[in-house]
């Protein structure tokens, strides 16, 4: 996936360094991300020598599907093999009326950014098994493009919520937006990517300064220190006085909302107090809830409260003043919990070995 980490000023070096003129990159970025050529021997208007260096140094191999699951209608996820024989997952959750409303087009793919994570959240399955590695740049370029092209569909939003924490591999990344972005790359527009990060203040910080318009999402899970302390470790580190202060900046510099992301789970963060200190952190910078009642993981005792307390803490939440929206909609379990079908996968043994 190397070719897909590339970026226009480093396709134009490499190419001067191979003694052909700067113009081949505009060339190729055109074969790779307008036409979505699958192989260096279609892109006829390069020489041919040149076709032949290029396939033996950066390979073209799309990322290889080793699963799906959903159906066409609804949220589809794809588990995929990376050329080391590690997985990962990308979820495409299609233009939904009921989520979105009637007039919206819009077609999300979830992406990963890290194969397995190092945070260890207590509810996540994609830290379940520890931090593996993180992905490169090309690696999570791939799954857009290897998404669209299994789906037949145009993605129009990117949200890094798959496997792994994005601020985590933060050079990646960043360097993965920029490719997303470009004209010369996909040309989505940043505004129409989020990053979600469990609370890493130096990358919230970072982002805030960066020129690109994306946003941001925090997964708070807790809106006091005890509480959060128990379910996500990263708050000992970066407790919350210091992450709400980086949120403050990081929506001062950019003049945009961000979003907090809120899991349900029954007798751990679903008490009124934390209702209402939720509904004070998010007025006070403006932010938007998500609520999401949790998706049970297999091998963790955690559960999702009665429905009845997922509405109180959302009209606890109102009353409080921010301004809340609850997920209701079961086609969307799958997507919530990244990172569940490679360990499904993982623990049955199910995927054959590589072939070399
Ligand atoms: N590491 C980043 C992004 C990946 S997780 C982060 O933590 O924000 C994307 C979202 O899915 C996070 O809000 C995470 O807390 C949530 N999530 C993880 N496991 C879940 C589960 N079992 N049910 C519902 N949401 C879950
Ligand atoms: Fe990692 Fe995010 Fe899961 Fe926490 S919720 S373990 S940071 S992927």
């Not at 980490?5 to 003129?21: A, I, Q």
């Not at 793919?109 to 590695?133: E, H, M, N, P, T």
Request: proline content about 5%; glycine content about 8%.
């Amino acid at each position: 996936m190397e070719a897909y980490s590339l970026t226009k000023d480093d396709w134009e070096s490499r190419l001067v360094g191979m003694g052909e003129p700067k113009f081949r990159a505009s060339q190729i970025l055109e074969w790779l991300y307008a036409r979505r050529a699958e192989n260096w021997g279609d892109m006829t208007n390069l020489p041919a020598g040149l076709r032949a260096k290029l396939s033996e140094g950066l390979p073209l191999t799309p990322l290889e599907k080793i699963r799906e699951t959903g159906s066409a209608d609804t949220t589809r996820k794809f588990l995929f093999r990376l050329a080391d024989g590690q997985m990962i997952e990308s979820v495409l959750i299609p233009a939904s009326p009921a989520l979105y409303g009637e007039a919206s087009d819009r077609r999300t793919i979830c992406i990963s950014s890290q194969v397995g994570c190092a945070y260890g959240c207590k509810f996540c399955a994609s830290g379940l098994d520890g931090w593996k590695r993180n992905l490169t740049a090309g690696e999570i370029v791939g799954q857009f493009v290897r998404v669209e092209e299994l789906s037949g569909e145009k993605i129009n939003n990117v949200v890094f919520m798959g496997m792994g924490e994005p601020m985590a591999n933060y050079d990646n990344l960043l360097r993965a937006i920029g490719i997303l972005n470009a004209p010369w790359g996909i040309g989505l527009g940043a505004r129409h990517m989020t990053v979600s990060t469990s609370g890493l203040v130096p990358g919230i910080r970072d982002l805030a300064v960066q020129p690109l318009q994306v946003r941001l999402a925090i997964s708070l899970h807790g809106a006091t220190d005890d509480v959060r302390e128990k379910i996500m470790p990263v708050n000992k580190k970066y407790p919350l006085a210091e992450l709400l202060a980086a949120c403050a900046d990081y929506v001062s510099s950019k003049k945009q909302r961000l979003t907090f992301e809120y899991i349900l789970i029954c007798g751990i963060n679903d008490s009124p107090d934390q209702a209402r200190a939720l509904a004070a952190h998010a007025r006070k910078l403006g932010a938007k809830i998500n609520l999401i009642p949790y998706n049970t993981v297999d091998g963790l005792a955690w559960e999702r409260p009665e429905q009845e307390t997922q509405e109180e803490f959302l009209a606890t939440v109102r009353a409080g003043g921010a301004d809340a929206t609850l997920r209701r909609e079961k086609g969307h379990d799958i997507a919530a919990a990244c990172g569940q079908l490679r360990l499904q996968v993982e623990k049955s043994f199910a995927v054959p070995a590589p072939l070399n």
